[in-house]
């Protein structure tokens, strides 16, 4: 008897978690299908599947990494990480271990923010302002151009499309070197671009071998600006062009406001910088470096549809997608810590949104450069 009644109680409870598996299932497949009918431009543009990836790091790392993570870019009072700011290129490594699959997931290939003009669609918006700084660099075809800090090369590949030039890229994570290569070969473009792994702040290039170089929201992640730049003018031929659209502080900004200061702080917590510098900052570094100032100015001014906006329209696929992760994490579909990155990504998005609103911070401020003769 007690055989049969512990074997009526186990088919229950097998029962039971089957059912609610489906009704999980069920839960996730429907969501999906509303984003997909109501929801933006972005969100939903790989399988949510792949949100159980972990970059670089083993699987049982991975909540150990976002706990070593937010512990190191905890920041308060507008002062950066402070003399941590040294190993900043190891959590770095770490944060794209992290987030490389969430990026792709939620934004494409081409991990930054644009300008919109009414009718654009936001891919559009995307390769546009990508084939600006290759214009700006004025990228041609037999010319070699590297992109520092390339993350898993949509940029490179737009831009080795528009200028027919060949694209080296470098990154600092080994994982987005495999996506890339994939993403190259797919795109029928291993030809033209190329990828390696290494710092930007050690380029493992002789001098004087590149006919023109850009940087695309990603030298944020140096601990001294002046320190990449000078790199870069080192690898760059005399005469070559350097463009990059920097993260920065705008006149609009101040460090005497309570509110500026906290969102400025959570955009850096949450996008692994070192800090958030000002425009003369990012113009004293490239001075520093040797490089005669181009040109100079903010995208995110004057735009007909501004940057943030694809952050508000993201948010109902992040909303979704906070509650699919937290029940894949349950389940063992992802790995511990993945609801936590996710958390921690939605943090900066609201941070990011907000300093657009109140107009305290770009994404977008083209800086272009000259290497003299």
């Known amino acids: 008897v007690t055989k049969m009644a512990a074997s009526m109680v186990e088919k229950l409870m097998e029962k039971k978690a089957v059912t609610y598996t489906a009704a999980v299932v069920g839960v996730c497949a429907t969501t999906y299908l509303i984003y997909k009918k109501i929801g933006g431009d972005t969100g939903f543009r790989t399988s949510i599947t792949k949100l159980g990836n972990t970059g670089s ?3 049982e790392d991975f909540a150990a990494g976002i706990d070593a993570y937010n512990e190191f870019f905890q920041q308060s009072d507008g002062k950066g990480v402070g003399e941590r700011k040294f190993n900043t290129p190891k959590f770095v490594d770490t944060f794209y271990s992290l987030i490389t699959d969430f990026y792709e997931y939620g934004w494409g290939q081409s991990f930054h923010f644009a300008p919109r003009d009414k009718g654009e669609s936001f891919d559009e918006s995307i390769w546009r302002h990508e084939e600006r700084i290759a214009d700006q660099i004025k990228a041609g075809a037999g010319m070699h151009i590297l992109d520092a800090g390339c993350g898993v090369g949509g940029p490179m590949r737009t831009i080795a499309k528009h200028s027919g030039a060949n694209v080296t890229g470098i990154t600092i994570n080994e994982y987005q070197v495999g996506r890339c290569t994939e993403e190259n070969k797919k795109a029928g473009l291993d ?21 023109g170089c850009y940087c695309i929201e990603a ?17 760059l031929k005399p005469g070559a062009h350097f463009a990059s659209y920097e993260w920065l502080t705008t006149p609009l900004y101040d460090s005497n406001n309570a509110e500026h200061v906290r969102i400025v702080d959570d955009i ?3 996008n692994a910088l070192p800090d958030v510098r000002s425009i003369p900052a990012a113009l004293a570094a490239a001075k520093e470096a040797g490089f005669e100032v181009v040109f100079h100015g903010d995208y995110a001014l004057g735009a007909d549809i501004p940057w943030e906006q694809a952050m508000k329209t993201a948010r109902r696929a992040a909303f979704l997608t ?3 992760t937290k029940w894949m994490e349950r389940f063992g579909l992802a790995p511990r810590g993945t609801w936590a990155t996710h958390q921690m990504l939605l943090r900066a998005a609201e941070a990011l949104e907000r300093s657009g609103d109140l107009g305290i911070f770009t994404p977008m401020y083209l800086v272009t450069l000259r290497k003299p003769m």
């Open 268 to 270: 850096a917590e949450g």
């Open 191 to 211: 030809t033209l671009c190329n990828i390696v792994q290494g710092s930007f702040l050690e380029m493992p290039f002789p001098a004087n071998s590149f006919d």
């Open 322 to 324: 906070d509650v699919l």
């Open 57 to 59: 790091l083993a699987r």
């Open 219 to 235: 030298a944020c992640h140096a601990p001294v600006l002046a320190e990449l730049y000078k790199e870069i003018f080192k690898v």
